[in-house]
């Protein structure tokens, strides 16, 4: 097992952030947000901010930036100050610089804003009657779909035709992803253009919709994000710090700084919508399921611009005859939405696995054993079976590690303590982005492994180093990882859980590449080998028993490097094969008898994930992603009023897990590479701890009470009787 190769720079304060860069001249800009959900600003009165000491310039709608809205293959990218309509709380509408932040900040106080104010709608609940279609996913597939078996007319008839029928509704919070970093940005601008440094997931990507928002040819954007705080889908796109410092800082010609506050951070950025979600299952008294139903209407902006899909993935769970799956939309006057940690599976998840659990208490069968009878061999309504699938292994191997066998239907009693079992089932699917990585060669016998891809704290530095090593068959020590630079090959965006497949595959090529050039180089006239053929093996050149490394060949023939570029992108894969992680979840909970206070006591999660190239950062990974699904199980959700202000739009009010609320949390992986999917074996890791969680802990709770909560977080008082 491999430590984090930037382990120690990030411990040490060493890691330079975004906002870590001063430059010399800097000022530094200060946001300022609309105070309505929705409606038109009428006029900005921002006299005394220009007059307040130290401020530079104010820019507002009346007195803009120059930026256009970037069109990229994620749709469109809303830019801030290009119009005077509001559609929700929190929106930024101006920007105030100064030589300080703290004038920045106190300045933009003094802004005053009238507004035309119309009614805003941010209740999902008391919108779902206005509820939309939802377009296309991601991929362009349809997001509502319906499969019925051999004679059957209708989804109803099936359902009603079931013996054994559960029907729930069930409901998710809003989130924030809540990153440690802040969104911000420092802007500077040269004879070469812009340098931007900015937390992002993709450099090469940020540097693309700044050019076009900038009209500017993309070579003339350098964007540099080597350390990121934290992203989880928050940081996709590029930033209205971003955008707002660019555009300053060329106005102004000198570098701005544009730091969010926590709390604009929580409107100024995009989360994670509210869902409500219907599921209804039917079944054979024996557990076989006959019918599955699931119906999810997600909160959106009001642009459209993203809809968290939370039924699309419930076909690729269980076998069954019947499947209707839907999903809506209702635009509300609420901040953005975008992907977050399992964008679609997390809270769909959590419907259906509760569901699940709901079929099992009426069956009285086991919840696993519910769950491995309806094992899938393929996604409903596709003839491609699944590339490699061992759930089955993970809940037996969970089962005998968690101490399943001593649940009982309705918990035990420790004292005063209420203890339950729980478990639900995890699915992310295995995915790839076209990414390309550099492999160069140099004449000290050391090698760099270079892409513009982003390590947000996934581990994908380390990844680099050590599958650049495996593939130059040379140690680990000897390779130098770098990232989170535009000016590298352009290395994709770091989501999906994507990284590691997607880089690790262009490593494997661009290997071979040098390693094929190397060989030419060693036999051609001239060279140590001239004329010779030649074989390659633990970084030797080697023919008729003499051998050189690299290094000394480079030396020999006067090269200081010999570097090849390798890309790699989804292919005819996509057309055998079905692709996925899988994963077993178990959670104890213990419920306070007087209190109701619920804790989290011991987790498991046994995971299917191909070939695990890090043990070490692998399961600190599946840790996170467990956490945050405890974290919405128990403690996250935000508030947003009447008037579309998020009440608790902080750390203080947003609440989320500290160490004591997170038990030692157990991770088991068993390894079966999936070289069907991509050429390293590796499938995605980042996102599926987070799968499944939030159910188990509810199961576990209804284990431990007898009480079914069907939203969450759960809360103390949906436990009093």
């Not at 989501?495 to 262009?506: E, F, L, M, V």
């Given at each position: 097992m491999t430590s984090r190769l930037d382990g120690p720079l990030k411990v040490t304060g060493r890691a330079k952030y975004g906002a870590d860069h001063n430059l010399p001249g800097m000022a530094y800009g200060y946001i300022v947000v609309s105070a309505i959900a929705h409606g038109e600003i009428r006029a900005m009165d921002v006299t005394a901010a220009r007059n307040a000491p130290g401020v530079v310039d104010v820019y507002s709608p009346f007195d803009p930036v120059d930026l256009r809205t970037p069109n990229t293959m994620f749709g469109e990218t809303w830019v801030p100050l290009q119009d005077k309509e509001v559609t929700y709380y929190g929106q930024p509408i101006g920007l105030v610089v100064a030589e300080t932040y703290e004038q920045a900040r106190d300045a933009a106080m003094t802004v005053e804003v009238t507004y035309h104010e119309r009614p805003a709608l941010t209740s999902l609940r008391d919108g779902i009657s206005s509820a939309e279609d939802a377009p296309p996913g991601f991929d362009g597939s349809s997001l509502t779909m319906e499969i019925l078996a051999r004679g059957v007319s209708s989804f109803e008839d099936a359902l009603r035709a079931s013996p054994v029928v559960v029907e729930a509704t069930y409901s998710t919070a809003t989130q924030n992803h809540a990153a440690m970093e802040p969104h911000s940005a420092v802007a500077v601008w040269d004879s070469d253009g812009l340098t931007i440094y900015s937390g992002n997931q993709g450099s090469n990507l940020q540097a693309m919709e700044l050019a076009l928002a900038l009209e500017l040819d993309p070579s003339s954007v350098h964007a540099v994000n080597p350390f990121v705080g934290g992203a989880f889908g928050g940081k996709g796109r590029t930033s209205v710090a971003a955008f707002l410092a660019a555009a300053a800082a060329r106005v102004l010609g000198r570098p701005v700084k544009v730091a969010l506050s926590r709390e604009q951070v929580f409107t100024a950025t995009a989360g994670r919508g509210a869902t409500i979600q219907k599921v209804a299952l039917g079944a054979t008294a024996d557990g076989s399921l006959t019918a599955i139903r699931h119906d999810a209407w997600s909160a959106t902006p009001m642009d459209r611009s993203f809809v968290e899909p939370a039924s699309h993935s419930t076909r690729e769970y269980y076998a069954a005859q019947n499947l209707a799956v839907s999903q809506k939309m209702v635009p509300l006057h609420i901040p953005p939405t975008t992907f977050m940690r399992a964008p679609g599976e997390a809270p769909g998840?959590?419907?259906?696995?509760?569901?699940?659990?709901?079929?099992?208490?009426?069956?009285?069968?086991?919840?696993?054993?519910?769950?491995?009878r309806n094992d899938s061999a393929a996604p409903l309504g596709k003839d491609l079976l699944w590339s490699g699938k061992h759930l089955d292994e993970c809940f037996r191997v969970g089962a005998a590690r968690f101490g399943w066998s001593e649940r009982t239907p309705h918990g035990r009693t420790d004292g005063d303590w209420l203890v339950g079992l729980g478990v639900a089932t995890a699915m992310f699917p295995a995915l790839r982005f076209p990414a390309s990585v550099r492999v160069t060669l140099r004449d000290d016998d050391t090698a760099e492994v270079a892409t513009s891809g982003a390590d947000p704290g996934t581990g994908l530095l380390t990844v680099l180093s050590l599958v650049g090593a495996e593939s130059l068959d040379i140690p680990p020590a000897r390779v130098t990882p770098l990232l989170g630079d535009s000016a590298l090959p352009p290395?994709?965006?770091?989501?999906?859980?994507?990284?590691?497949?997607?880089?690790?595959?262009?490593?494997?090529?661009?290997?071979?590449?040098?390693?094929?050039?190397?060989?030419?180089?060693?036999?051609?006239?001239?060279?140590?080998?001239?004329?010779?053929?030649?074989?390659?093996?633990?970084?030797?050149?080697?023919?008729?028993?003499?051998?050189?490394?690299?290094?000394?060949?480079?030396?020999?023939?006067?090269?200081?490097?010999?570097?090849?570029?390798?890309?790699?992108?989804?292919?005819?894969?996509?057309?055998k094969h079905s692709f996925s992680s899988f994963g077993a979840q178990f959670c104890e909970v213990r419920v306070h008898r007087w209190t109701r206070e619920a804790r989290v006591s011991r987790m498991l999660g046994v995971f299917d994930a191909g070939r695990i190239i890090n043990a070490k950062t692998a399961r600190s990974q599946i840790i996170g992603g467990m956490i945050w699904g405890v974290s919405a199980a128990l403690h996250e959700g935000l508030e947003i009023d009447r008037n579309g202000r998020l009440a608790n739009a902080d750390l203080a009010g947003y609440l989320l897990p500290v160490n004591a609320d997170i038990p030692d949390v157990d991770v088991h992986f068993v390894e079966y590479p999936d070289t069907l999917h991509n050429s390293i074996g590796a499938r995605g890791i980042g996102e599926i701890g987070t799968v499944g969680m939030a159910a188990a802990v509810a199961n576990a709770i209804y284990n431990a009470t007898g009480i079914r909560v069907r939203h969450i977080p759960i809360r103390i008082e949906d436990l009093l009787t």
């Open positions: 998840s959590f419907a259906l696995e509760s569901a699940m659990d709901e079929l099992a208490v009426a069956l009285h069968i086991d919840p696993i054993e519910l769950r491995m290395g994709g965006m770091s989501g999906g859980s994507t990284g590691t497949a997607s880089a690790g595959s262009a490593i494997m090529i661009a290997a071979a590449q040098v390693i094929g050039e190397l060989q030419v180089l060693a036999s051609s006239p001239g060279a140590p080998f001239d004329g010779t053929e030649v074989s390659y093996a633990d970084g030797h050149v080697l023919a008729d028993g003499r051998t050189m490394t690299f290094g000394e060949l480079l030396r020999a023939v006067n090269r200081p490097s010999i570097s090849a570029v390798g890309s790699s992108s989804p292919g005819e894969e996509l057309t």
